[in-house]
């Protein structure tokens, strides 16, 4: 199975500044990688998909970027709603998985 | 609107079996290319797919789990159930039920349901 491994774990920064979360796969994954957002006690949501195609609704502060094995998902301008716990997937011979999540947290 | 609801057993007992189900609206699960997956997320752990079914009842199953699991669906009643068997406190998560988008190796969930909570417990 392909593992996902993000970093860091844990992130801490102010409001306006850009973070970078990565995500590297064990193997090649091509463009096959999606990233979530999640705040306590909710459910994930849906931020980018095919590594670098913004899901309709989301803010253009959140951008994806990479293919293979090395993606990031960036962050241009923290907004206060934007602390929250970041994971990435991918699909690989109809097995899912995620990384162990990015948590992101105010300075 | 997609919306997908999760429902079962707040708690159940260890070797118990526990059945889930996610009733959803906005598709229709007969519809092609329609998708279904269940995931799960131990209290402030990662998150972990299970089982996935499709409009033609293909199903697909998590490899560590594959064993203890069944996933099925009702198209009339446009619900998902998902049963593992066997339940142990490190199954203590919510479980969640989301549709799925893409195709061809690229897919992602999107919508999730709210998640419910089940506590493996004696």
């Known amino acids: 199975d392909i593992q996902l491994t993000q970093s860091p774990s844990f992130l801490s920064a102010s409001v306006g500044d850009r973070v970078t979360i990565t995500c590297r796969a064990s193997?090649?994954?091509?463009?096959?990688l999606a990233w979530y957002q999640q705040k306590p006690g909710k459910a994930p949501k849906l931020l980018i998909y095919?590594?670098?195609t913004l899901q309709s609704g989301v803010p253009s502060r959140f951008s994806g970027s990479g293919s293979g094995t090395e993606f990031t998902l960036t962050i241009s301008s923290l907004q206060p709603e934007d602390f929250a716990t970041y994971y990435c997937?991918?699909?690989?011979?109809?097995?899912?998985?995620f990384g162990q999540g990015t948590k992101l947290e105010i300075k | 609107q997609v919306t997908l609801k999760e429902s079962g057993p707040a708690l159940v007992k260890p070797t118990q079996t526990l059945t889930l189900t996610c009733t959803f609206s906005?598709?229709?699960?007969?519809?092609?290319?329609?998708?279904v997956s269940w995931i799960r997320q131990p209290p402030g752990k990662a998150l972990e797919w299970l089982a996935r079914i499709d409009w033609d009842d293909d199903k697909f199953y998590s490899t560590s789990l594959k064993t203890r699991l069944t996933i099925s669906k009702d198209t009339s009643k446009n619900q998902v159930v998902l049963t593992m068997t066997n339940m142990d406190p490190v199954d203590t998560a919510t479980y969640y039920c989301?549709?799925?988008?893409?195709?061809?190796?690229?897919?992602?969930?999107?919508?999730w349901g709210q998640g419910t909570l089940v506590t493996v417990s004696s």
């Open positions: 906005g598709f229709s699960l007969s519809t092609s290319g329609m998708r």
């Open positions: 095919a590594a670098s």
């Open positions: 989301a549709r799925m988008s893409g195709g061809s190796g690229l897919e992602w969930f999107d919508p």
């Open positions: 997937q991918q699909l690989n011979s109809y097995q899912y998985s």
């Open positions: 193997q090649g994954i091509s463009s096959y």
